[in-house]
């Protein structure tokens, strides 16, 4: 083990040549989707609890589709079945973009991370108390307003311990981003066990570092939620 550990370090936890590390690539594609996915899902939140059918339906629809297959299946879709497409052969730009294999995998797990998320925050959403809406109504809050100040402020802070399981989530879900050729940790550890034929101390290497950045990330949401959910704590009795 400490042979391979010496050899492959750079692989694993800093660069090999030109290439970023295997912990840099999961931790980008993990950054990437999260922040493109949870920007949007805020949006179809709103629109999830609308109460227009017209406005709420689409976002019920992709919320399902995205919820109900496997995020394998959908790397697999955008990854090699949407570049056999004639509207993606035949423009330049899309024809680039799928071509990657990063780009593609960053497509699906942002999707996939938005619909999930939508679905936290609309709960949220709904779960805001009636009174405060009636009160920011009766001072005269704009729709807008009323979303700005008080029920987004309330509902992002009452999803965060969902959210924080969702990221976990989507932190193992980076481990498909070798089925697009994308050199992340996992891919590494494939490369590893190819090389010296020794799964269990190349995989188990890579089970170690996925352990310690869930760790990291849920120490972070932990004072996160300590810092935002103080007030919703029972007070300790005397």
Not at 123 to 128: S, T
Not at 157 to 174: D, F, G, K, Q
Request: net charge positive; hydrophobic share 50%.
């Amino acid at each position: 083990m400490i042979d391979i550990i010496q050899e492959y370090w750079k692989a694993l936890l800093w660069t090999d040549g030109y290439r970023f590390s295997g912990v840099a690539i999961t931790l980008w594609l993990l950054v990437l989707s999260v922040v493109m996915g949870g920007s949007v899902a805020v949006l179809l939140a709103i629109a999830r609890v609308s109460p227009y059918r017209a406005v709420r339906l689409p976002v019920w629809v992709f919320t399902y589709v995205f919820r109900g297959t496997p995020l394998y299946v959908q790397l697999l879709i955008i990854y090699s079945g949407l570049y056999t497409l004639a509207l993606v052969k035949e423009n330049e730009l899309l024809n680039t973009f799928f071509r990657s294999g990063m780009n593609c995998t960053v497509l699906a797990l942002a999707l996939n991370t938005c619909a999930y998320t939508t679905e936290i925050i609309a709960g949220a959403i709904r779960g805001v108390a009636h009174g405060e809406i009636e009160a920011a109504r009766a001072y005269g809050f704009s729709t807008f307003k009323l979303y700005r100040c008080i029920i987004l402020p309330s509902a992002l802070r009452s999803a965060l311990p969902a959210y924080s399981n969702e990221v976990i989530l989507m932190l193992h879900s980076t481990a498909l981003a070798f089925t697009a050729t994308v050199p992340d940790l996992l891919k590494v550890a494939r490369d590893i066990n190819s090389a010296t034929y020794q799964p269990f101390t190349a995989f188990g290497i890579a089970a170690v570092l996925y352990l310690v950045i869930s760790y990291v990330l849920i120490s972070l949401f932990r004072k996160a939620e300590k810092r935002w959910l103080q007030h919703v704590k029972p007070s300790s009795s005397h």
